[in-house]
């Protein structure tokens, strides 16, 4: 079979329907074989759009696509791939490259940075396999095992095609998927007593429910024993909707200074044994260093080991362990909701014409939100702010809320049109943000797709003048309900009180387009948590006596 038609067809089969990218010379050929495949290739504006949209493409979907050509395009998207890495993202990325001819006598040729290699040298840190298919007779097998790699780690792979590799002929043989790893059994047996008697000791238990249950697709077995169990559930920044919001067990968001309110706080603060399960333990979701979670009261089980208090356990398969605890026979717990009366209140008369704050964006959302929407949020107050959307009906939310790359999500909500028809995005994203990557809506537009794009102007860097003012913080003031007519495309409006906001979010649910709302926050209007968290960054970077604005 030719490289190129195997390549694409095994993508296919381990579940890529779509492929994010721009071409190059170098990988002519290679798109050439993409198009005759029965993956749908869509060229965006940017590279680094095509990562974003792939990542979170692959976080919905459970594997994604990006193909672009040697390094100009291929470094470009290295910080989105970084980005997928960290926050375990399963993404392929293919990558045109000089032939293999070419690199006969090392001559100077255009994209090359260092050496032939260098491009594959560097995606070697931020994936958890690579292959350059120079060898027909391993091409196959190549493919093979970084496909298995990312689908079994859920991080990138790195695949470079030679341009004069892609048409040749391979050959293809038999493909036996590696048998699943095992946990040790007297391990897994073990680890489970001593949590087990944790479990049946701790008078007040709490599991905070972290992101490795969506990508490993474990929410189900996490949900089984809470209830089995009666045991309550916080999520985190990272994982916020893995487990559904509107659930009787589910209080809320806990990162320390940054849960979505006190009562969640307190309720894990106060929690005798708090279960952390597939929980990521970031500075950025534990609050910056304000979260209390002693490990003599917390067991934390993940894909790479299991911490039962201060003994740590290897050679545990996650999900072994959790199947395991959700068989368990407990007695439930006795559990008062900290927070019964958790929802926004509803939107009254006479506040409309009230200029809007930045807990009223957030509240104003909620109450507008549903099964049907996905809400993106970019790095700025749009992602901590978003940790107080609580919405009746239960929304999804993605947002790299580790890595925290600005100019995620509107490339970031095209991936997640594709991959799951049903959602629609509603993007929150800064003025700063959204001049990266904002004119991706041009690539939305053309593909029909109905992103809400709410562009939070305050005017610069307002998470940075936070912490530290300065010249640096000022940015281009840009008239950005213009933008349609620059794309060509989708309809927008501008806000800036609370019945504006809403009457424009009822306006843009009826849109079959792209929809841009712009509102006008004024400088040095923040959320609560990004005020809690700037009080915290700011005594580590901020101004030697503190910052005068805040
Ligand atoms: C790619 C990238 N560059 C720089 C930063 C550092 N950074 C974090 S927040 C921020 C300002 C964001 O501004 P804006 O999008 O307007 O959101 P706001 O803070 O005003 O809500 C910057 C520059 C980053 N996180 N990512
Ligand atoms: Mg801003």
């Not at 470009?76 to 399963?90: F, H, M, Q």
Request: proline share 5%; glycine share 8%; with cysteine.
């Amino acid at each position: 079979m030719p490289l190129g038609q195997f390549l694409f067809e095994y993508l296919y089969r381990r579940g890529v329907r779509h492929s994010f990218g721009v071409p190059g010379d170098f990988a002519l050929p290679t798109f050439s074989w993409l198009e005759k495949s029965k993956i749908q290739s869509i060229t965006m504006t940017h590279e680094p759009g095509a990562g974003f949209a792939a990542d979170a493409y692959s976080r919905i979907n459970g594997i994604g696509l990006v193909c672009v050509t040697y390094c100009v395009g291929g470094l470009n998207v290295l910080n989105a791939i970084a980005g997928a890495y960290a926050e375990k993202s399963p993404v392929v990325v293919v990558s045109g490259a000089p032939g293999r001819k070419d690199r006969e006598k090392d001559p100077l040729l255009h994209h090359k940075v260092k050496t032939f290699e260098t491009q594959r040298r560097v995606y070697d840190e931020v994936t958890v396999a690579s292959a350059v298919l120079l060898d027909e007779e391993r091409a196959a097998s190549e493919i093979v095992r970084c496909v298995e790699a990312c689908l079994r780690y859920k991080r990138p792979v790195y695949i470079e095609v030679p341009h004069d590799m892609v048409d040749r002929q391979i050959p293809v043989t038999k493909i036996s998927s590696r048998a699943p790893e095992r946990s040790d059994p007297h391990t897994l047996a073990a680890a489970l007593e001593e949590t087990l008697s944790l479990i049946r000791a701790a008078k007040k238990p709490v599991i905070l429910a972290g992101v490795e249950l969506a990508r490993y697709r474990t929410a189900g077995l996490v949900l089984r024993m809470a209830e089995r169990m009666n045991i309550p559930i916080a999520a985190d920044l990272l994982s916020k909707s893995a487990i559904p919001e509107n659930h009787r067990l589910y209080i809320g968001v806990y990162g320390g200074a940054m849960s979505s309110d006190e009562h969640v706080r307190k309720h894990v603060e106060s929690a005798d044994l708090v279960l952390m399960l597939g929980t990521f333990i970031t500075d950025m979701s534990m609050g910056f260093y304000t979260a209390k979670l002693d490990r003599h009261r917390t067991v934390l089980a993940t894909t790479e080991r299991v911490n039962v208090q201060y003994h740590r356990y290897e050679s545990i398969q996650f999900r072994d362990f959790l199947e395991s605890l959700a068989a368990a026979q407990v007695k439930p717990k006795h559990f008062q909701h900290p927070n019964p009366d958790r929802l926004p209140p509803p939107l009254k008369k006479n506040e409309r014409s009230e200029l809007l704050t930045m807990p009223d964006v957030f509240r104003i959302l909620s109450l507008h939100l549903n099964e049907g929407c996905c809400v993106v949020a970019d790095i700025g107050d749009a992602i901590f702010g978003a940790v107080g959307i609580r919405s009746a009906r239960q929304a999804q939310f993605i947002a790299p809320a580790y890595y925290m790359s600005m100019g995620f999500a509107v490339p970031a909500s095209i991936g997640v049109s594709l991959a799951a028809k049903k959602l629609r995005p509603y993007v929150l994203v800064g003025d700063g943000a959204f001049q990266m990557t904002g004119v991706e809506i041009s690539t939305a537009v053309r593909l029909g797709l109905r992103p809400i794009i709410i562009v939070l102007n305050n005017d610069g860097y307002g998470t940075m003048r936070q912490i530290r003012e300065g010249n640096f913080n000022t940015i281009t003031q840009w008239n950005y309900a213009k933008i349609c007519e620059l794309v060509g495309g989708g309809e927008s409006a501008t806000a800036s009180t609370k019945g504006e906001f809403d009457r424009a979010l009822s306006r843009a649910q009826k849109l079959k387009s792209v929809c841009v709302i712009e509102l006008r926050i004024p400088r040095g209007e923040v959320s609560n948590q990004l005020a809690q968290i700037a009080r915290e960054v700011r005594k580590i970077r901020g101004n030697r006596n503190g910052n005068s604005q805040t």
